[in-house]
């Protein structure tokens, strides 16, 4: 699996604590997120606490997956604001899959604030036997 980095990504943070923007930039805030391999199966978990789960938008096409969620103000438009240091905005993420994965199967949850995906290992590329054959004796080995 082959991810997309951006090294803009945390300077744009840093700037928006800096000069106390909302996050109504025209980039998108960061997601973090882990990633790894359990068994058959990748797991890809992104933090995204507050967002409402009909927020969150998930899009394949041509092996590139695209996380987007948005968090909006919880509070009213007649308030005062003192601190505003909680990311709000649009969060995007994108993934390169792998043709190791079966993008087809992919199965998303979302609790306590984390959206955890499961991407399935494909079955073209799980190991199998291959048997051969030839002279007295057929044997099998691992491909």
Known sequence: ???????????????????????????????????????????????????????????????????????????GDNVELQVAERPRGVFSRQLFLGDTLDADRIEAHYDAGVLTLRLPIAEKAKPRKIEITGGSQARQIHA
């Open 1 to 75: 699996m082959l991810m997309r980095t951006d090294p803009f990504r945390e300077l744009d943070r840093l700037t928006q604590q800096l000069f106390g923007t909302n996050g109504t930039t025209s980039r998108p805030a960061v997601m973090p997120m882990d990633a790894y391999r359990d068994g058959e199966q990748f797991v890809v978990q992104f933090d995204l606490p507050g967002v409402d789960p009909s927020s969150i938008d998930l899009d394949v096409e041509r092996n590139v997956l695209t996380v987007k969620a948005e968090r909006a103000p919880d509070y």
